[in-house]
Nanobody, 126 residues
Framework: QVQLVESGGGLVQAGDSLRLSCAAS????????VAWFRQFPEKAREFVAG????????SYADSVKGRFTISRDNANNTIYLQMNSLKPEDTAGYYC???????????????????WGQGTQVTVSS
């Protein structure tokens, strides 16, 4: 089993920055990917950013390109999402997700990801 615990959410103003963390435990990831999703009220989760566990390959949703950066610290099994220039429309619950299945790309479908954290709320005021 894998446990994912997110932290770092909060209330900020438009233009501010936040860094989310996702601490993974339970098993190591030699393959697969880790991603951040977000969910708006009464809407499906949407892919935000992903990173392959064993390479530097990353992927971003168009809505966050140039503002958000995903990174990982393999030694500490932690994944980060640096969010800059935050906008009110970034307000959502943010979830960390992981999969150990090999793909030669980073899937954006939530069905690929077997393990999920409990989420952390990000609220951006205008």
């Amino acid at each position: 089993q894998v446990q994912l615990v997110e932290s770092g959410g909060g209330l900020v103003q438009a233009g501010d920055s936040l860094r989310l963390s996702c601490a993974a435990s339970g098993r190591t990831f030699n393959n697969g990917a880790v991603a951040w999703f977000r969910q708006f009220p009464e809407k499906a989760r949407e892919f935000v950013a992903g990173i392959k566990w064993s390479s530097s390959t990353t992927s971003y949703a168009d809505s966050v390109k140039g503002r958000f950066t995903i990174s990982r610290d393999n030694a500490n099994n932690t994944i980060y999402l640096q969010m800059n220039s935050l906008k009110p429309e970034d307000t959502a619950g943010y979830y960390c997700a992981a999969s150990t299945l090999y793909r030669n790309y980073i899937p954006e479908q939530d069905g690929y990801y077997r393990f999920w954290g409990q989420g952390t709320q990000v609220t951006v005021s205008s």
